[in-house]
């Protein structure tokens, strides 16, 4: 059956190999010419028979452009316009710098920060967002954001420790906190995705209902994982909680993007949300999660594909439970035994239970650590 994803070539395609286009041209040659292999007439028009499959080839491509499900790169991106809607940015990714050094000391907005090069990457570099004086004791916090877009910026807390150019009044530089809001460019597969929900249902509402506020998040550079909270604070209310597209807390940056989408504060034109309503754009504070089981592996399968395998498929279940508020053993069980790789598994725990795990509407689960163990067998 032809799913979404499912892509049957056209019949008009049906036998147009190479071979086969050629045995049909020798078939109106007359037969008293010599149509063996090697002959003039053979030689002759093979060349038109291979160019003819080509160009079924290429054909067959062509039409998968124009459908939102398998085409790609700036033909989907036209497809996207067509219903309004465009292909997410990357972002760059954000922290805080605590500077300590001689009091009053400026640090200039657009001043660049660095971490170290390593012998396997570059350094990655930081510019300051906003002109901060230190205070009286030396210390003062910059708020930066990284020169690059991606998650290239997504670096770990006391890594960005260096100037790009010396300044005199500075001590040192850690962030105390990782770096995090740098998201790649939204994939093809995410924005058809979009697409197609657009072109399904995206006509349905624009009233504001919980799919409006959804799809609107949504078309947001960087953000990911959304869910909307109707009337958590009275009526005309409503709650905003979006991840970035890398399972991570939304940075300020986001969230304020997002609110602004909806809402255009200094255009009312532009406002999405419908007159009365009041939103609260925030993101979920991350519910981390530790996997451990005993699996049984197929003797061609690798331990660290398979966990790797199993993080991805679990990311839908992750999300799932965020709108059914509880995180079930028996579908994370599920996912494991679908996982590529496995045959069996016993001894499933999450954070050392094998209990269901509650999750709140402000929470986001997030799989920060999978074990799992390999077994010649389970009894």
């Known amino acids: 059956m032809e799913t979404e994803t499912t892509y049957t070539p056209p019949e008009i395609l049906d036998d147009m190999d190479e071979d086969t286009i050629h045995a049909r041209m020798l078939t109106v040659i007359p037969d008293n010419l010599d149509k063996t292999e090697g002959g003039f007439v053979y030689d002759f028009t093979m060349p038109t028979a291979i160019e003819k499959a080509d160009a079924m080839i290429l054909l067959n491509e062509i039409v998968q452009l124009f459908f939102p ?10 497809l996207g316009r067509a219903v309004a809607l465009t292909r997410k940015a990357a972002t760059a990714a954000e922290t805080n710098l605590t500077i300590t050094g001689v009091a009053n000391t400026l640090i200039p907005a657009g001043f660049l920060f660095s971490t170290a090069a390593t012998a396997i990457s570059d350094n990655v570099e930081f510019i300051s967002t906003a002109d901060v004086v230190l205070d009286e004791n030396g210390e003062g916090t910059v708020p930066v954001r990284c020169t690059e877009t991606g998650t290239i910026g997504n670096v770990s807390a006391n890594s960005i420790l260096l100037m790009s150019s010396p ?16 998201t790649e460019e939204e994939s093809d597969e995410d924005f058809s995705v979009r697409i197609i929900e657009r072109e399904r249902d995206g006509d349905s509402s624009f009233v504001g209902c ?19 909270v109707p009337e958590w604070d009275g009526p005309g ?42 939103l609260t754009v925030t ?7 530790s996997i451990t089981a005993d699996v049984v592996l197929d003797s061609e399968a690798d331990i660290n594909d398979v966990t790797d395998a199993f993080k ?17 053993m028996t ?40 074990e799992l163990t390999p077994e010649a067998s389970i009894s």
């Open 210 to 228: 919980d799919a409006d506020y959804k799809r609107w998040a949504q078309e947001v550079d960087g953000v990911g994982a959304t869910i909307v």
């Open 69 to 78: 499900e398998w085409s790609s790169g700036e033909f989907l991106d036209k």
């Open 312 to 328: 991805a498929n679990l990311q839908s279940c992750l999300e799932e439970a965020m709108t059914e508020g509880t995180l079930r």
């Open 237 to 278: 209310t409503v709650k905003v909680i979006v991840m970035d597209s890398n399972g991570e807390p939304a940075t300020a940056t986001i969230i304020g993007n997002v609110y602004d989408h909806i809402i255009s504060p200094d255009d009312r034109q532009t406002r999405l949300a419908p007159i009365g309503a009041t």
């Open 283 to 289: 993101t979920a504070t991350v519910l981390e999660l």
């Open 167 to 182: 300044m005199t009044g500075i001590v040192s530089i850690t962030n105390e906190a990782a770096a995090t809001g740098g």
């Open 331 to 370: 579908r994370v069980g599920a996912v494991l035994s679908k996982t590529a790789g496995v045959v069996d598994y016993e001894n499933l725990l999450i954070n050392g239970d094998d209990d269901n795990i509650a999750v709140s509407v402000d929470e986001y689960p997030v799989a920060s650590e999978i």
